[in-house]
């Protein structure tokens, strides 16, 4: 059975965990990351030497990085239009998911991380920058999904996986936020759907 190695409430392993439970594939998850500790030990850093969550062992092959992690169970996976065979459209959801972790994430932890763990520069100038920054990051995808009911297009896919949890986090700081109408439905959606009110819909913390 494959192994996943993460807490929770961390939305790197969330979004794996989403693709697992939206392909529907048996996999145990183990404990891992801040209070669990674990992923400090020899035995960890010897899958993961980066010490941080997740990892994955899929019938002895290791893999981490959340986006690696997706793309690969995906590929092995996912059918339709979860991961098409369509290169380009291959590229549309790869577009994306780097999006997600060079440009989104940045700024929304810029705000969470003050805010709710008590981390960083907590001024109200340095809060209102990680917003401003944000809502023009989203104000892009907002505009991407004018013309698609999902990321990916016309079919629920990996790329989905990636950014709910980030969007998820998004929508409950205390914070606030303009109208992405296109956003706030493909959000709705999303969170309609069985497998991401078992994994995302989790307290931010």
């Known amino acids: 059975m494959l192994k996943i190695w993460g807490r929770t ?3 790197n ?5 989403l693709a697992l439970e939206e392909l529907g594939i048996a996999y145990e998850r183990i404990d891992a ?11 960890y850093q010897a899958m993961n030497p980066n010490a941080v969550v997740p990892t994955i062992n899929d019938d002895g092959f290791i893999l981490w990085e959340s986006n690696a992690c997706v793309r690969y169970l995906a590929r092995k996976y996912g059918k339709g239009g979860f991961w098409p065979a369509d290169i380009r459209a291959q590229a549309n959801q790869d577009r994306w998911m780097d999006w997600q972790q ?6 929304i932890n810029a705000i969470f991380a003050p805010m709710i763990r008590n981390i960083g520069d907590k001024s109200p100038q ?12 989203l104000a892009a995808l ?11 297009g016309d079919e629920f896919s990996a790329v989905e996986c990636v ?6 986090r998004w929508y409950h700081l205390p914070v606030e ?29």
């Open 13 to 17: 392993v969330q979004k794996p965990l």
């Open 126 to 137: 340095a809060i209102e920058a990680g917003r401003k920054k944000t809502e023009g990051n």
């Open 142 to 152: 907002d505009t991407w999904l004018a013309s698609r009911k999902w990321i990916g």
């Open 9 to 11: 409430n961390s939305i």
């Open 177 to 205: 936020r303009a109208k992405h109408a296109h956003l706030e439905r493909w959000f709705d959606q999303l969170m309609s759907r069985p497998a991401a009110q078992k994994i995302i819909l989790t307290p931010i913390t």
């Open 102 to 107: 060079t440009t989104l994430l940045a700024p």
């Open 163 to 168: 950014l709910g949890p980030t969007i998820h």
């Open 33 to 43: 990351g801040l209070h669990f500790g674990v992923n400090n030990t020899p035995e």
